[in-house]
Structures are given as C-alpha cells and as structure tokens.
C-alpha cells in the first residue's frame, strides 16, 4: 500500500530504483511511515519473495526537506560509506543496499539499507544505566576499528 503523499511525490521512480536494487523477482509488498527522522522521510519497505512465504523488511531514509537535500550527496555518501565499513565488524548494524545520494533516480536523495529490530525507548524505566553502558560499549567498538587513512568517511 503506498500512502498519497508518495504517490504524489513520483513514488514509482523510486519504487523501480529500489526493486532494480533486490534480487530477482522481489517486489516491495507495503510501505509504511516509520517514527522519527527529523532528517529525513524514513519509511519501511516490506519486500516479497517469489515463492516464499512471508517478507523482509527494508528502510528507505529520503531527504525531503530543503537544507538535506542540498547537504544530501555528502551525508548519504558518508553514511553508505560507515555502513560499508560496518558490514564485516561485528557490530550490530544495518547493511547497505543502494543509495541514490544525489536524487538523480529517486524523486529524493535516498539510501536504502536493511532493517533492524528494536525500538527507540525514551522513557525513564529505572533501565537508563544498564542501556547506557550498552550504547557506550558499541560506541567504544565502533571507535576500535582499524579503518585506512583512505577508507575513513
């Protein structure tokens, strides 16, 4: 189900650039608003496979707003590139599928990348430390790795 907004927003140039992007048969199934992304338009891509049952599920970040789409091609370039780099590290994050950072296909400068289970919890839960050392350790793994004067984003 593709909601108004992007259908009048040329949804289906978009749509094209992120099927080109999967394998062999896939199809985007629903789109739907994710919360947050004051950045940006963030959306989940639920993707079907051709004889299989279920679906999988992808994240289209868009820059729609003025001042990120004129810093797009920097920050989703820079963004594929942390995505690249954390793909073989262990640490817990999402993959890279295709990124358009200059618009030149989508009707918005967009990255696509998988999707990670979770939730975002702001509230107060008595769990702040615990989460806090938790953040702090992927943090601290993130800034351990050895990346390449050149590979640096």
């Known amino acids: 189900m593709i909601d108004s907004e992007d259908r009048d927003q040329g949804w289906e140039g978009t749509r094209r650039w ?3 992007h999967l394998p062999a048969g896939e199809r985007i199934a629903e789109v739907s608003a994710l919360r947050g992304g004051w950045t940006s338009r963030m959306r989940r891509l639920d993707v079907r ?9 992808l994240v289209l970040r868009s820059f729609v707003k003025p001042f990120y789409r004129r810093h797009a091609p920097g920050l989703l370039a820079r963004e594929a590139a942390v995505l690249r780099l954390l793909e073989t590290s262990g640490i817990p994050a999402a993959r890279l599928v295709a990124v358009d950072a200059a618009g030149a296909v989508c009707e918005h400068p967009s990255l696509v990348m998988t999707h990670l289970p979770g939730g975002v919890r702001l509230a107060e839960d008595g769990d702040t430390a615990r989460r806090a050392d ?7 793994a993130v800034h351990a790795l050895a990346v390449g004067e050149q590979d640096r984003p």
Do not use: F, I, K
């Open 18 to 20: 992120v099927e080109g």
């Open 134 to 140: 938790l953040l702090a350790a992927q943090l601290a």
């Open 49 to 57: 496979r051709p004889g299989r049952a279920g679906s999988y599920a």
